[in-house]
């Protein structure tokens, strides 16, 4: 029962540098997310993809970009990076937004561990 | 701004013992709130979902309580074991449009032998 997988568990990065995260999930779910949980924060969501096909951003997307490769795999990308962008992501997953009234659990990953330097 | 506090901080209990965590929520218009348990170095699993005519529900140990009224919520853990250390994180959805929810920074609790 993988769920959701995230690559790589950790990573280092130099202040400029690129690099994508990803996220794959097996319970052949419609949404997919990209948050970052930050110490005294709650997780903020950047990038959500609703179903295969369409993204779109969160409360956070600067410094992000996504793609939602086909209906089990999120990526998120950055750019340039920034030492501000560092921080743990997790990827999550539901089945879709709402069904018989309950908001529909997200499933999440172990995170990514990313410091900019 | 939509917030979500939970209290305390963080907890240290004895194995054995019970507590009880605190949520207040201003989110408007409120739809449902759940709790996360979040294990050190993993993701969020989810305990239990609150809609807004719920005023009780179990699972296992954990009870959580809801009084929409007021805009709080507890998570109320019962004879605590060395695994329910973890943070636990409450999350309110915002009945306003997709995903728009909402997340607490936590209660840390440490269970001690």
């Known amino acids: 029962n993988a769920g959701v997988t995230q690559t790589p568990k950790f990573q280092v990065l130099k202040t400029g540098q690129s690099m994508t995260l990803q996220c794959a999930q097996d319970m052949n779910h419609n949404s997919m997310y990209w948050y970052r949980q930050d110490p005294g924060m709650g997780l903020r969501l950047i990038y959500y993809?609703?179903?295969?096909?369409?993204?779109d951003k969160g409360e956070v997307p600067n410094g992000y970009n996504v793609s939602r490769l086909n209906k089990r795999e999120f990526s998120l990308r950055l750019e340039s990076a920034a030492p501000s962008q560092t921080s743990v992501y997790f990827c999550a997953s539901s089945e879709s937004t709402l069904m018989g009234g309950y908001h529909q659990p997200q499933h999440f990953g172990d995170g990514t561990r990313l410091s900019i330097l | 701004k939509n917030q979500v506090e939970q209290s305390p901080q963080s907890l240290i209990i004895l194995e054995g013992k019970n507590c009880t965590l605190q949520c207040n929520y201003t989110v408007s218009p409120f739809s449902n709130l759940r709790w996360y348990k979040q294990d050190t170095g993993r993701g969020p699993v989810s305990l239990t979902i609150?809609?807004?005519?719920?005023n009780t529900k179990s699972n296992g140990r954990y009870t959580a309580t809801l009084d929409a009224d007021t805009k709080q919520s507890s998570l109320h853990i019962t004879a605590s074991q060395l695994s329910d250390s973890a943070s636990y994180i409450c999350v309110v959805w915002e009945n306003t449009g997709f995903q728009k929810l909402v997340f607490g920074t936590g209660t840390r609790l440490l269970v001690s032998p």
């Open positions: 609150m809609t807004f005519s719920e």
């Open positions: 993809s609703a179903s295969e096909g369409t993204t």
